[in-house]
């Protein structure tokens, strides 16, 4: 080989390169988001990329997820990491599957997660979860501890 051909070679891998990230202006703000609310997200993106039998036992999925809070809040959670994650160029989106998208799928689709008693596949909404039970707890002091606003000295 001669030396035009390795100038060649050279300038062949300068142009498959990736192009350099680009500086953000100060000013710009945030980037725009893909899926403008966790709705868009779940009906137009995860629904499509998260597909599974729903007739499947292992399951279970209910049409009207926006019915169940815990479902809206682990999707909404979902949502945002997407948006953030999907930036990154390296390890984002295979960091939002690992830590994000398989943890709170597989707590969402748990037969006797928060879509117990619904079936996507009998068309069925019958949540039969109800919100956890509590005490109230009546020590004051106990309260101002677990809120981190005692102070030990006494000095409130």
């Not at 599974?52 to 209910?62: L, M, T």
């Not at 815990?70 to 830590?99: C, F, I, K, Q």
Request: glycine share 6%; aromatic share 8%.
């Amino acid at each position: 080989m001669t030396e035009d051909d390795f100038d060649e070679l050279d300038a062949l891998d300068d142009a498959s390169a990736a192009p350099p990230p680009v500086a953000a202006a100060d000013n710009a703000g945030p980037p725009p988001l893909e899926f403008e609310s966790v709705y868009d997200f779940v009906e137009q993106h995860l629904v499509t990329i998260f597909a599974r039998n729903i007739d499947n036992p292992q399951f279970r999925w209910c049409k009207k997820w926006w019915a169940h809070a815990e479902a809206v809040s682990r999707l909404e959670a979902l949502h945002r990491a997407y948006e953030h994650l999907r930036l990154d160029p390296g390890t984002g989106m295979s960091t939002w599957w690992r830590d994000h998208a398989g943890p709170a799928m597989a707590a969402l689709l748990d037969p006797q997660g928060t879509f117990d008693g619904c079936s996507a596949g009998l068309d069925r909404h019958s949540p039969v979860c109800t919100i956890l039970p509590v005490e109230p707890m009546d020590d004051a002091l106990l309260r101002q501890i677990m809120a981190g606003r005692f102070q030990s000295d006494g000095v409130q």
